[in-house]
């Protein structure tokens, strides 16, 4: 049979452990299938792989151009979470952090894919969040021309099954990692029983004071190794903190480990805590107790541990740390053996589907509505070049004349005499006192309408309004197109007052919070405001939705990684006011996007 070449997209140029292991992983399923194939790694930015692997990786954007060279026979869309259109800051190989467009690795395959008719295929990657407004439209142009699509949690098949009819559900991949480090071929390099400990720069200081003292008693017994598995979420830089407040009895190994090196410090380790989600896939799969310590709260690790029934080993408030540690030694590892049989038997699964899908070369079905869609693409990069090269050409014109400008003037400040200098000078200082006066004015009147913007913001928000920031924009122009005259044609004085007899837009729309719970809030928001002004605008502006689980005594918010960090900041504040108040018992999670 001929070599299969194969477009393998994913975050491969940045250095992330669980990323990694998807192309070693898939290339090895597949050669122990009898397929032999050849692997072309894409990722948003040209580099060179990581945990010396050292294989070139090309930009995204050069994949029509390698295809035309190479002639792919299928396009990979690799695996992680990265099934959704936003874009973050991540650290480069370079140690520069830059705007990391994750959504290429999938859209593009679509587009090229159709473009050449070569199948697409996704191996278990992660959709973090439903799609909504324009990501609607283009995920239903993109997602129905993948020829083979597989995803590695329910959540993922269901935001993505109304899109692509197809779709199936399996888990991620690295559940195969034994067939590519067998434990017997791994080498033993900590003596004696260990404790494996992995974070990131992400954790908060109550949870950092939390972890160090549960391995400050735990190192009693066993030695304790600090494992880097992220360069791009400066592991290493929190690890190394660690372990100069361990008083240096802690084990730091180097930065630049191999991938056969941390899987072989995670095959033999006696327990592993942490919050990288494919270090206690790791671990797990060599039989080893684990504890997700998701000071994060990242969705996918919670549904992780639900999904391996390992629910009370799951950590996300530094206050159980304690009693998740002593769960998972005291489970018995042996019970786990059918869920990680379970697991593999999907991968396997997943993986003769996929050489399958090869063998018969699976293409989409033509799609007239997608190739227009890439028409327009193409379109709008061929004008974004044209205007880009009259730019470069008119500010070459504009540099011109101002070398010019500055010579001519030059000569005319030497011609001038001393009393016409004085007189720029003194012109010079009123118009800069008359601009500063203005300046300072209009400073004035643009806080004033901030803030109350943001009165009226706080009363839709409290009247549960759907959509409180589009319900200000109405009511502000509204009343300015009249400018703040009543019906009754006097003066609305009064504007807070004015805000409060508001109805929204949709009269009918369900509320977004339950009323009982908004009361809840409400109050303890009265008290974030007294306390600090400057904070507590952060929450109710970052609070998107709430899951109320009475069953499981389980409050959700949905907000922003900048409001989770803004509670666990005043963790105390928010639990002696209204957590333990409201929801003595339960326990706290977040829905937060993810890094």
Known sequence: MKKIKIAFTGVFDIDNFG??????????????????????????????QGFGIAKKVYSIREMEKLHKINKFDAIVVGGGEIIHFYSFKQKNHEEKYVEYPIFETW???????????????????????????????????VLGNVSFMSVRNQFSYDALINYNANVKVSVDTAFNIKEVFPKWKLKRQVKGKYVVF????????????????????????????????????????????????????????????TMEEIVSY??????????????????????????????????????????????????????????????????????LKSVYKNMKQKVDMHFDEIADSLTKNNQGGYNEAFLSFSDVIDEMSG?????????????????????????????????????????????????????????????????????????????????????????????????EASGWIRKNGQAATDRP???????????????????????????????????????????????????????RKRLTFRCTRQMAEAVEANVRFFRDNFFDKHFAGWTLHYQTPRI
């Not at 979420?233 to 929190?238: F, L, R, S």
């Not at 719970?517 to 109710?540: D, T, V």
């Open 383 to 479: 004008l974004l070049s044209v205007l880009s090269n009259q730019y470069r050409d008119r500010t070459g014109v504009i540099e011109k004349y101002k070398s010019e400008a500055q010579y001519n003037l030059l000569n005319w400040q030497k011609c001038s005499n001393e009393m016409i200098e004085l007189y720029n000078k003194y012109q010079k200082l009123a118009d800069e006192y008359k601009e500063l006066k203005e300046s300072l004015s209009s400073r004035a009147r643009a806080k004033e309408a901030e803030r109350e913007r943001e009165t009226f913001f706080e009363i839709f928000f409290f009247k549960n309004f759907q959509n409180p920031d589009y319900e200000v924009e109405r009511f502000c122009a509204n009343y």
């Open 198 to 257: 992995h974070s990131n720069r992400f954790i908060g200081e109550n949870s950092y004071q939390s972890a160090l003292k549960e391995l400050m008693e735990l190192s009693k017994t066993y030695k304790i190794l600090l494992l880097p598995l992220a360069v791009t979420n400066d592991d290493y830089d929190i690890l190394k903190k660690l372990y100069k407040d361990s008083n240096e009895i802690f084990i730091l190994p180097s930065e630049q480990l």
């Open 19 to 48: 990323d990694h292991l998807f192309p070693i992983i898939f290339e090895n399923s597949l050669r122990k299938r009898k397929i032999d194939v050849e692997l072309f790694l894409f990722s948003p930015y040209e580099s060179t």
């Open 497 to 551: 007052a004015l805000a409060r007899t508001w109805t929204q837009e949709d009269k009918n729309a369900t509320p977004r919070f339950n009323a009982d719970f908004l009361a809840k809030y409400r109050r303890f928001y009265g008290l974030a405001k007294q306390m600090n002004p400057a904070l507590a605008p952060i929450f109710i502006h970052d609070l998107e939705l709430i899951f109320i689980d009475t069953e």
């Open 107 to 141: 859209i593009v395959p679509s587009i090229i894919g159709r473009k050449y008719g070569i199948p697409v295929i996704w191996n278990n990657p992660g959709c973090p969040f439903e799609f909504d407004g324009y990501q609607n439209y283009i995920a239903g142009k």
């Open 266 to 335: 995670l095959a033999f380790c006696d327990l592993y805590i942490g919050v990288s989600f494919h270090g206690a896939i790791t671990a797990f799969c060599y039989g080893n107790p684990v504890v997700g310590f998701d000071f994060v709260h990242n969705k996918k690790t919670r549904d992780l541990y639900d999904q391996l029934g390992l629910s009370e080993q799951y950590v996300s408030d530094e206050s159980m740390l304690h009693d998740g540690i002593k769960c998972a030694f005291e489970r018995e590892q042996k019970q």
